[in-house]
């Protein structure tokens, strides 16, 4: 049987055996201010790879406020998270492929007053109010936003995304 060049490489090609990749799993907004009280988060993961899909999402809120919230569909690869407190959120996606490999990811929610003299606007003395208060050790979430029991510079840069 003859076999031409293109014809060899065409075989070639076709004996190659592709390993398919690591399940990976990406979020969207890892890290994300929620200015407007009354606002709804907007989770969302992409996975790829791995043994393909379908991809069956779940997420779970792992730590918060004590007030808690609530997912729209916690079972779907975007759901609406509705916080009902202040203070830091942290949520962990896990992720199956077509196999069942399991792969995870995390995001965070920040969920604040911002007006924090109370004058009812939120504006650039209710953020300097907040840098008076550097490095204090507060637990108040309106100052503290990322929780880390200090006022640093993230929580100057997450607030200032609401101002
Ligand atoms: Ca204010
Ligand atoms: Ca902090």
Same mark, same amino acid.
């Given at each position: 049987?003859?076999?031409?060049?293109?014809?060899?490489?065409?075989a070639?090609?076709?004996? /190659? !055996?592709?390993?398919? *990749?690591?399940?990976?799993? $990406?979020?969207?907004?890892?890290?994300?201010?929620?200015? &407007?009280l @009354? #606002?709804?988060?907007?989770?969302?993961?992409r996975?790829?790879?791995?043994?393909?899909?379908?991809y069956?999402?779940?997420?779970?809120?792992?730590?918060?406020?004590?007030?808690?919230?609530?997912?729209?569909?916690?079972?779907?690869?975007?759901?609406?998270f509705t916080?009902?407190?202040?203070?830091?959120?942290?949520?962990?996606?896990? /992720? !199956?492929?077509?196999? *069942?490999?399991?792969q995870? $990811?995390?995001?965070?929610?920040?969920?604040?007053?911002? &007006?924090? @003299? #109370?004058?009812?606007?939120?504006?650039?003395?209710?953020?300097?109010?907040?840098?008076?208060?550097?490095?204090?050790?507060?637990?108040?979430?309106?100052?503290?936003v990322?929780?880390?029991?200090?006022v640093?510079?993230?929580?100057?840069l997450?607030?200032?995304?609401?101002?």
């Open positions: 049987m003859a076999t031409t060049a293109d014809g060899c490489s065409a070639v090609r076709h004996q /190659v !055996t592709r390993t398919p *990749g690591q399940l990976a799993v $990406a979020v969207e907004n890892e890290a994300l201010a929620l200015c &407007d @009354n #606002g709804v988060f907007q989770l969302r993961a996975a790829g790879r791995g043994a393909g899909g379908p069956n999402y779940h997420w779970t809120l792992i730590s918060g406020p004590a007030e808690g919230g609530t997912f729209d569909n916690p079972d779907s690869e975007a759901p609406r916080p009902l407190g202040n203070g830091v959120y942290r949520f962990q996606v896990s /992720v !199956t492929d077509r196999n *069942g490999a399991e995870s $990811a995390s995001a965070k929610l920040f969920r604040f007053d911002n &007006d924090l @003299n #109370g004058d009812g606007c939120v504006d650039d003395a209710d953020q300097a109010m907040r840098f008076a208060a550097w490095g204090a050790r507060t637990l108040a979430a309106e100052q503290d990322d929780g880390s029991g200090t640093r510079v993230l929580d100057l997450i607030s200032r995304a609401c101002y």
